[in-house]
């Protein structure tokens, strides 16, 4: 296995050397394919994500196919552009010289994927690879087999396979990739796996991008449009993998005295979106596996959080459903609370003042993404700039991945690197500094000896004075012949 892996590496590494992933042309024409396969072969991605979540086709659709095209199409879009240096200030010290910003391929990449968006969270990170000049190796997630085994057919049909190549395998084949050394290591999932990954990353020096999660909290203020604000959470919350997301609320915070109206409002529009059976709903997805749908209902089976449901609650474990779940003040030092529930529970914590929500939230790892509804423009300000997250969002959940000018990453437990549009480019590039210079422009008091005159003009010249430049290229000081 270790030997496969290291003549995979070895493969892609002689075609990074023979230059042949530079070329813009070659970049684009990678990136026009998958958008071909897309295009061509959506059925076929529809159906691995059915058959690996029961994902609803429109869901399929809206938050891994189109994305997976749009971050394409913006990509080739924006390459020539990208792979331009960027000219920047010289500086009076290096007068006269030209100074530029080289985007330079890192290498031979690898990328672990994650089963909860197992099209989307494999190819995203990919179309950035490509984008920036690297071959790249895609893991995808063994948990998410159907798309796993599409990626492992389909890619090879469309892409460049000398330096684009699909590894399929679980714990053994992963662990024999990351004993390889690569130029970087980019992994969605979990923190637990991504400390193996950074782990192994350090024995080579290999720079990491982790994609993490954690407790994403939602603030929901007394003064919002509730029943739009209670839309958008749910289908946030539920309409995104059934809660089996990292940027899907984990837990909302509101105040005591609105928590009764906010519960009532939300039960309203679950009933509304998935029906009084929403085991049945077509438009909810399963738990993945039967591992994962236990970890789940363990976390409500003690009875001090299971008296605590308000609303849904059924399972179905035959069909691996659970139906969306609403708790109201769950006590903080149980499961559900402690750690990322990633599942379709929904606690809500109640505070005295809407303000205490941010020092609740400030209590906790930092968080994937942070939401807020309010119309109060103050808490809005307050939640903005003392809120540390991966990327927050007011008024509404989970649009901001959506838009390519935004980066996309956590920081501390959430995760490390960010991607998405041009940060995609930037992730798998390294910023290389180039600067330029003739024979002209000579200073004499660059050189020793260092004498009281020359030490004056060079510390005018790293203060950035005119006139020492001016005396630096005019030859002074004089030497005595």
């Not at 552009?81 to 010290?93: E, F, L, Q, S």
């Not at 940027?247 to 509304?272: G, H, Q």
């Not at 003690?302 to 708790?327: F, M």
Request: glycine share 8%.
């Amino acid at each position: 296995m270790a030997e496969e892996a290291k003549a995979v590496v070895g493969e892609l590494r002689a075609s990074f050397k023979a230059g042949r992933t530079r070329p813009a042309e070659w970049r684009a024409a990678q990136l026009r394919a998958i958008v071909r396969m897309v295009e061509e072969r959506e059925q076929d991605i529809t159906d691995a994500l059915h058959a690996d979540l029961a994902k609803p086709s429109m869901e399929s659709y809206l938050h891994e196919i189109s994305l997976a095209k749009a971050a394409c199409t913006f990509a080739l879009k924006g390459l020539k552009n990208w792979m331009k240096p960027n000219k920047v200030p010289a500086g009076v010290t290096t007068f006269p010289s030209t100074a530029q910003i080289v985007s330079e391929p890192l290498g031979v990449v690898l990328v672990i994927s994650a089963w909860n968006y197992p099209f989307l969270l494999s190819i995203d990170p990919v179309i950035g690879a490509i984008a920036a000049g690297n071959a790249v190796v895609l893991k995808p997630s063994e948990i998410a087999p159907a798309t796993s085994a599409m990626f492992a057919k389909l890619l090879p049909e469309y892409v460049d396979n000398s330096c684009i190549k699909v590894v399929e395998g679980s714990v053994p084949e992963t662990t024999a990739l990351l004993e390889q050394k690569w130029d970087k290591i980019f992994y969605t999932g979990s923190g637990n796996v991504g400390r193996i990954v950074m782990a192994a990353a350090a024995k080579h020096l290999t720079p990491v991008a982790l994609e993490l999660g954690g407790k994403c909290p939602a603030i929901v203020d007394s003064n919002v449009d509730l029943h739009v604000a209670m839309k958008r959470l749910a289908v946030g919350k539920w309409g995104c993998n059934n809660g089996q997301a990292c940027i899907a609320p984990d837990y909302v915070i509101t105040t005591k005295s609105f928590a009764p109206e906010l519960v009532d409002s939300l039960k309203r529009v679950l009933e509304r979106f998935y029906g009084e059976d929403p085991l049945q709903s077509a438009d909810l997805s399963r738990i993945v596996n039967s591992n994962h749908f236990h970890r789940l209902t363990n976390l409500v089976e003690d009875k001090e959080v299971a008296q605590k449901i308000v609303y849904g609650g059924q399972t179905d474990e035959k069909q691996l459903k659970i139906a969306p779940t609403v708790l109201l003040d769950v006590p903080l030092d149980t499961g559900l609370m402690t750690s990322e529930i990633f599942g379709p529970f929904l606690p809500i914590v109640t505070v005295d003042k809407i303000e205490d929500s941010i020092d609740f939230i400030n209590s906790k790892t930092k968080p994937l993404a942070a939401y807020l509804f309010t119309k109060d423009k103050k808490l809005q300000d307050n939640f903005v700039s003392n809120v540390p997250a991966g990327g927050m969002l007011v008024n509404d959940v989970a649009l901001h991945l959506a838009n390519p000018h935004l980066p996309f990453g956590g920081v501390g437990d959430s995760g490390m690197g960010s991607y998405h549009g041009k940060f995609s480019f930037d992730c798998f590039s390294h910023k290389k500094a180039v600067l330029i210079r003739g024979f002209g422009g000579e200073a004499k008091a660059r050189y020793p000896p260092y004498t009281t005159e020359k030490q004056k003009i060079l510390r005018g010249l790293i203060n950035g004075s005119f006139f020492a430049l001016i005396l630096a290229l005019l030859g002074f000081p004089k030497e005595k012949r």
